[in-house]
T-cell receptor
Framework: ETGVTQSPTHLIKTRGQQVTLRCSSQSGHNTVSWYQQALGQGPQFIFQYYREEENGRGNFPPRFSGLQFPNYSSELNVNALELDDSALYLC????????????FGAGTRLSVL | GQQLNQSPQSMFIQEGEDVSMNCTSSSIFNTWLWYKQEPGEGPVLLIALYKAGELTSNGRLTAQFGITRKDSFLNISASIPSDVGIYFCAGQLRTGANSKLTFGKGITLSVRP
């Protein structure tokens, strides 16, 4: 148990729709990172939030956006869903300082039809 | 996006055997991590390495941070059936609070009883 919880666990959407995924970070962690893991691949970094500000972004288009709240929980929003957005979306929380180890949630499995 | 190099994609070993996995990168990292992922779960941290040349153990697992800072290896000794899963290496720069992880594609380990 990492103390990082994600919801929902599974989601089915159709092309063009919008989706919001949620993540509660481990107690005491102020940094949340989001990753996309396609089938058979390693996780790819989407972006990171540190104390409610975006702090680094990977090679993902602007229709991938996020928020971090004062309690350090976070949301990932994806607009205009495409078939290729089907993947496991992972959230990881960390302390934002020191060794900065990232602990992952179980992920949200998104299927876009 | 960039991915670290892990090969082969799959490994099949007999229970009780030792297995080694290697991970290489074209870029330098100042932290190397090894995660294990099982079906329906997020990656779980096995070992973290913080200094070039560092050798760290966690039970039957041993990992080393390469001297060039561009590679790492993981060794599992006396494998057991519960070692089955996907093993990912990840590199991290830890520049300030932006601490994104760059992952390999993973190695799927199967253990024959």
């Amino acid at each position: 148990e990492t103390g990082v919880t994600q919801s929902p666990t599974h989601l089915i959407k159709t092309r063009g729709q919008q989706v919001t995924l949620r993540c509660s970070s481990q107690s005491g962690h102020n940094t949340v990172s989001w990753y996309q893991q396609a089938l058979g691949q390693g996780p790819q970094f989407i972006f990171q939030y540190y104390r409610e500000e975006e702090n680094g972004r990977g090679n993902f288009p602007p229709r991938f956006s996020g928020l971090q709240f004062p309690n350090y929980s976070s949301e990932l929003n994806v607009n205009a869903l495409e078939l290729d957005d089907s993947a496991l979306y992972l959230c990881a929380s960390s302390l934002g300082s020191g060794k900065n180890i990232q602990y992952f949630g179980a992920g949200t499995r998104l299927s876009v039809l | 996006g960039q991915q670290l190099n892990q090969s082969p994609q799959s490994m099949f070993i007999q229970e009780g055997e030792d297995v080694s996995m290697n991970c290489t990168s074209s870029s330098i990292f100042n932290t190397w991590l090894w995660y294990k992922q099982e079906p329906g779960e997020g990656p779980v941290l096995l070992i973290a390495l913080y200094k070039a040349g560092e050798l760290t153990s966690n039970g039957r697992l041993t990992a080393q941070f390469g001297i060039t800072r561009k590679d790492s290896f993981l060794n599992i000794s006396a494998s057991i059936p519960s070692d089955v899963g996907i093993y990912f290496c990840a590199g991290q720069l830890r520049t300030g609070a932006n601490s994104k992880l760059t992952f390999g594609k993973g190695i799927t380990l199967s253990v024959r009883p």
